[in-house]
């Protein structure tokens, strides 16, 4: 059974940086694509990034592009995002994604794997 546990979220001021954890467990750390998204109070999740374990090849979200980056740890079975300069526009619950098989953008699965997200705010 997979599992996703997040965490590393946290409080911080604009311009600060958080490094997010996500450990997977239940599946074969490659031939998966793994995601990062995000939703703020009252609007829809977002992808922010999204990665195809192995080939290190991120695609990232327009907000995300020189700030933030996907890093994949296959010994541990984690992955992280690191998040740098951040903004009060970033304020949201982030959540790690799994699915097997190659990645499409940011399209949903009802076959995708989901954590309980970990809660970033960031203060102006």
């Known amino acids: 059974q997979v599992n996703l546990q997040e965490s590393g979220g946290g409080s911080v001021q604009a311009g600060g940086s958080l490094r997010l954890s996500c450990v997977t467990s239940g599946f074969t750390f490659k031939n998966n694509c793994m995601a990062w998204f995000r939703q703020a109070p009252g609007k829809g999740r977002e992808g922010v990034t999204r990665l195809y374990l192995g080939p290190n090849d991120p695609l990232y979200a327009n907000p995300a592009k020189g700030r933030f980056t996907f890093i994949q740890d296959k010994d541990k079975n984690t992955v992280y995002l690191q998040m740098n300069n951040l903004k009060p526009e970033d304020t949201a619950t982030y959540y790690c994604?799994?699915?097997?098989?190659?990645?499409?953008?940011?399209?949903?699965?009802?076959?995708?794997?989901w954590g309980q997200g970990t809660q970033v705010t960031v203060s102006s």
């Open positions: 994604e799994d699915r097997l098989g190659h990645c499409d953008g940011f399209k949903l699965s009802p076959y995708d794997y």
